[in-house]
C-alpha cells in the first residue's frame, strides 16, 4: 500500500488529488492536507470582484467530494516536511497546524510515501508597505474573499461617481516582482466594463499600472499575436485595447509604497512618481508558503528542498545565466525535487529557473520585472503529469517518470474577460504555444504562430463563461469529470 | 469611441505608443452574433488543438536517465 499526500487543493492540488484517486486501486491511500475547506474556481474571482457573480459560484466545498471519491481529507496547513523521517518516525512525514474553526490547532503529522507540494503561492502584500486589504489601503482579487471586498469597495466609487464626484481608479501590480499580469489586465477592463454599464465612465480616470516594460508581455515576455493578417507583437495588440477603451497606462513600474489615496512608485528610467487614487486593485508578489524541511537528526534542510524564493526546487536548470542564455531545457519536465525523489511540485509552488520576460532593473538597482505565470492551465497539465507518473511506479510500470510536461512545450489558453453579460460581454482571447518561446524552433517569434492568436469579441465572453462551467464541473468530480481537458 | 488622441501613459517611460484602434466595422462585428458563433467554433477548435499538443510526451527511450 502507498501513501500519497498532496498539500493544497487549488487547481494544481485538486486535480492531482483526482487523477490519482482515479488511476489508484482503492488500498492506495491519497490524502489532501490543504488549509481551505473549499475549492475556489480563481479565474472567475474577477467577475466577483466587479460584482458580477456571487462568491458561492466560485467556490466549492471538498470534504463532500472527496468522501464520495475516497480521498482523504485534512484541513490543516503544512508547516514541516520531514523527507528522511526521524528516530521517532521512521518514514517520512508533514507536520501540520489544522485551521478548522473551533477544532483543536495542536499540530499534526501526516506520513507520506509520495509527497505533491501544490501550495500555491503565499500572498506578500507586506512586501510594500500598504499594500493589501489585511491592514492596507488596497483591494485584491486573489482569493474568493478579497474579491467580494473589492466588489464592494468599487460599488461604493460607483456611487461616489453617480453622486458627481470624479474618481480615479487604479488596477494593477503592487510590487516589481509581480506575476499574474493577466489577472489585473483582465479586472481593469472588466472594471471598466462595468463603469460603462452603470453610466459613469466619463466621470472615472482608469489607470492600468504594472511592472511590465510594454503592454502585453504577461510575464511571459510579449508575444507576436497571429490577427487580421498580421503578424502583430502583443504590445500593439493590448495597446489598442487600451486605446479603444481609454485606459491609461503606467509602464514599468515599482510599487514603493501606498498611503491612503496616494501610490508611490519607481519607473525603469529610475524616476520617482506619485499616483492618487480614490479606489486600487493592486496584486502582490508571491513567494512559496514558507514550509520548512528538516533532516533524520532535526537539522534544517530546508535549502534541499526550497529555493530562497521558499518554492520547491524540481528538476530545472538552476544556474544563473544571462537572458542571452537561457534555453527551453532549463524549465523542468517532471517537477521531481532532485534529492528527494519522492517529492514533486506543481503548479506556482514549483521553482522556475527564471523568469521568462527578459529581466529589467532600474539605474538604482530595483528590479522590475514580471515573474512568469504557472497558474491555471499549465498548473493543471502539470499535476496531471506528475499524479500519472507516481501511479505508474507505484503499480511498478515505471521506475522513473516517463511523462514530460515542460511549460517549454506547453501552450496556454488564455481568455481576459473584458465585461460579463451574455450577449453584451467580451473578450481578449489569446493562446500561445508554448509558454516559454523556444527560439531555435521558431526563430524570431519563438512561438508557433499556428497557434499563438488572439481576437476580441462576444465569443471569447461565451469560451469564458464555458470553462467556467466546465471546470467547475470538474472540480465537483461530476461524471465523467476526467473527459475535461486541463 | 475611438481616442486617437488619449495620452497612452500618465509618466514618460514609454512616452508615445502610436496604435492601430478599430473601425466602427471591426467593434460592430465583435458583437455581431452569426459571426461570433462562428469565431466561438473556430476558436474552441484551435484551442483544443493546442491542448492537444500540450499534452505530456513520453521519455525519449534512448535518453540517459535523470541522475
Known amino acids: 500500500m502507498a501513501r500519497v499526500v498532496i498539500l493544497g487543493a487549488g487547481i494544481a492540488g485538486h486535480t492531482a488529488a483526482m487523477v490519482l484517486r482515479r488511476t489508484l486501486p482503492k488500498e492506495h491511500v491519497v490524502c489532501v492536507v490543504s488549509p481551505k475547506p473549499y475549492y475556489n474556481w480563481i479565474p472567475s474571482n474577477i467577475w466577483v470582484g466587479v460584482g458580477r457573480m456571487a462568491r458561492e459560484k466560485v467556490v466549492v466545498p471538498l470534504a463532500p467530494i472527496y468522501a464520495r471519491l475516497g480521498i482523504e481529507f485534512i484541513q490543516a496547513s503544512a508547516t514541516e516536511i520531514h523527507p528522511a523521517g526521524n528516530p521517532n518516525h521512521p518514514g517520512p512525514y508533514i507536520v501540520a497546524t489544522p485551521t478548522t474553526p473551533g477544532a483543536a490547532t495542536e499540530s499534526v503529522e501526516v506520513a507520506y510515501d509520495w509527497l505533491i507540494n501544490a501550495t500555491g503561492p503565499k500572498l506578500r502584500f507586506d512586501r510594500t508597505p500598504g499594500l493589501g486589504p489585511d491592514g492596507g489601503h488596497t483591494h485584491s482579487v486573489c482569493t474568493d474573499r478579497h474579491a467580494v471586498d473589492a466588489a464592494t469597495a468599487l460599488d461604493a466609487a460607483i456611487q461616489r461617481m453617480k453622486a458627481g464626484e470624479r474618481q480615479t481608479l487604479v488596477v494593477g501590480m503592487g510590487h516589481g516582482t509581480c506575476t499574474c499580469e493577466g489577472a489585473a489586465f483582465e479586472y481593469t477592463f472588466n472594471v471598466e466594463h462595468e463603469l460603462r454599464r452603470h453610466g459613469v465612465r466619463d466621470l472615472a480616470d482608469l489607470v492600468y499600472l504594472t511592472n511590465e516594460a510594454e503592454l502585453g508581455d504577461f510575464g511571459v515576455d510579449g508575444l507576436v499575436i497571429r490577427n487580421g493578417g498580421f503578424h502583430t507583437p502583443s504590445s500593439v495588440f493590448a495597446g489598442s485595447f487600451f486605446a479603444e477603451r481609454s485606459v491609461q497606462a503606467i509602464l514599468g513600474a515599482h510599487v514603493q509604497a501606498i498611503e491612503p489615496g496616494l501610490i508611490r512608485y519607481e519607473t525603469l528610467d529610475g524616476v520617482d512618481h506619485e499616483q492618487r487614487y480614490d479606489f486600487a486593485m493592486l496584486l502582490p508578489p508571491f513567494t512559496g508558503v514558507g514550509l520548512k524541511a528538516f533532516g533524520a537528526q532535526g537539522e534544517d534542510i530546508t535549502d534541499t528542498l526550497f529555493a530562497p524564493s521558499g518554492f520547491t526546487k524540481v528538476d530545472a536548470d538552476y544556474t544563473p545565466k544571462p537572458y542571452e542564455a537561457w534555453k527551453p531545457t532549463d524549465w523542468p519536465s517532471t517537477y521531481r525535487n532532485p534529492t528527494w525523489k519522492n517529492v514533486f511540485a506543481v503548479g506556482i509552488a514549483f521553482a522556475p529557473p527564471h523568469p521568462i520576460s527578459r529581466p529589467r532593473t532600474s539605474p538604482r538597482g530595483t528590479v522590475i520585472s514580471p515573474a512568469p505565470p504557472r497558474t491555471g492551465m499549465p498548473s493543471a497539465s502539470m499535476a496531471r503529469a506528475v499524479a500519472e507518473n507516481i501511479a505508474d511506479m507505484i503499480l511498478g510500470r515505471a521506475t522513473e517518470p516517463e511523462r514530460l510536461s515542460s511549460m517549454a512545450n506547453m501552450g496556454a489558453a488564455c481568455v481576459a474577460s473584458a465585461g460579463s453579460g451574455f450577449w453584451a460581454g467580451n473578450a481578449v482571447a489569446m493562446t500561445m504555444f508554448p509558454i516559454v518561446p523556444d527560439y531555435t524552433r521558431w526563430p524570431g517569434a519563438g512561438r508557433d504562430e499556428r497557434f499563438t492568436f488572439g481576437e476580441v469579441g462576444t465569443a471569447g465572453h461565451w469560451i469564458k463563461l464555458v470553462l467556467h462551467h466546465l471546470f467547475l464541473y470538474k472540480a465537483r468530480a461530476k461524471p465523467f469529470w476526467w473527459m475535461v481537458p486541463e | ?67
Do not use: C, E
Open chain 2, 1 to 67: 469611441m475611438t481616442t486617437k488622441d488619449t495620452p497612452m501613459t500618465t509618466q514618460t517611460y514609454v512616452a508615445k505608443i502610436t496604435v492601430p484602434t478599430p473601425t466602427a466595422t471591426t467593434l460592430w462585428m465583435r458583437g455581431f452574433l452569426p459571426w461570433q458563433l462562428w469565431r466561438f467554433v473556430w476558436l474552441n477548435l484551435k484551442m483544443l488543438r493546442m491542448i492537444s499538443l500540450s499534452h505530456p510526451t513520453r521519455r525519449d527511450p534512448s535518453a540517459p536517465k535523470a541522475p
